[in-house]
């Protein structure tokens, strides 16, 4: 069976200068990363952000690493409420649209596979059709973006999001044109947590238009990310669906609350997926 690439998301290394977490994830054998803006690592609002994002860029390439680009550090953009203000909040939309332009130019210069990103909480009580106004105003600004700089979009679902369901995320499409630029996020979790296919059959719906993939293990109706096997989710049969799709882009480990011990989780969660990738070889 055909290897996949592997990724570790930064956000799980939040206890580590970016340079020690890249080495840490290269060292470990693993293919690239998920590399959050966020404070500590590429802030993308601090001083010099070019020549720091081109030291990043150099290395990456020694380490030989690949990458993605995401945007859902938690309180970035304002320090009192976590991922606020979004591209559905009443007030400061501007300011998601405007990280979402940095996020892209990031990605060019770091010669990026994706820019992930999401849609945000819809305010209480906000219709639904405003929502929709507000998300695909700003998500025409980033296809504006990421069109202008050659770099495609990830627009993943959260659950609890007004975006929740893959199902919403094509009709986010729809309403755009179905631009060539915006593809999607695929999150192994989020599958088992809220969607009613299985999760190989939310592979299969969504590969096409597939740019970046997360995975960890979740429960329904639980949003939690888990490491392997803490979970209910049979992977094998999962990874063998990214492999008969034909998915050349990364599958990157995502445990944001596990920087307290992020070696040894990290370690831990290659030695799983390629078991698994290899019980997937052995089934087919």
């Not at 080495?23 to 693993?30: H, P, R, T």
Request: aromatic share 6%; hydrophobic share 45%.
């Amino acid at each position: 069976m055909s290897d996949l690439r592997f990724g570790y998301g930064t956000n799980g290394f939040a206890d580590h200068r970016l340079d020690d977490a890249l080495a840490v994830i290269a060292d470990l054998g693993y293919d690239g990363v998920a590399l959050t803006l966020d404070h500590a690592h590429l802030d993308p609002f601090g001083p010099g952000v070019t020549a720091r994002t081109a030291a990043v860029a150099r290395r990456l390439d020694a380490l030989g690493l690949a990458v993605v680009i995401e945007t859902g550090a938690r309180y970035l953009l304002d320090p009192a409420r976590k991922h606020e203000p979004t591209f559905v909040s009443t007030t400061g939309r501007e300011r998601r649209a405007d990280l979402l332009c940095r996020a892209v130019d990031i990605a060019a210069d770091l010669g990026a596979e994706a820019v992930s990103f999401w849609s945000g909480t819809l305010p209480a009580g906000t219709p639904d059709s405003v929502g929709w106004e507000r998300l695909t105003a700003g998500c025409a600004a980033a296809v504006h973006a990421a069109d202008r700089r050659g770099v495609d979009l990830a627009f993943e679902p959260e659950p609890g999001m007004f975006v929740d369901r893959i199902g919403r995320a094509f009709e986010l499409r729809a309403r755009l044109g179905d631009p060539a630029r915006l593809r999607l996020t695929l999150d192994i979790g989020h599958c088992r947590c809220t969607e009613l296919d299985t999760v190989a059959g939310c592979v299969r719906q969504v590969a096409p238009l597939l740019a970046s993939v997360q995975i960890e293990d979740m429960r329904r109706g639980v949003h939690e990310h888990l490491e392997f096997g803490a979970g209910e989710i049979d992977f094998p049969p999962v990874l063998a669906e990214f492999v008969a799709r034909g998915y050349q882009g990364l599958v990157s480990v995502e445990l944001p609350r596990h920087s307290h011990a992020a070696p040894a989780v990290a370690a831990r969660s290659l030695r799983f997926l390629r078991h698994a990738l290899d019980r997937a070889g052995a089934a087919a």
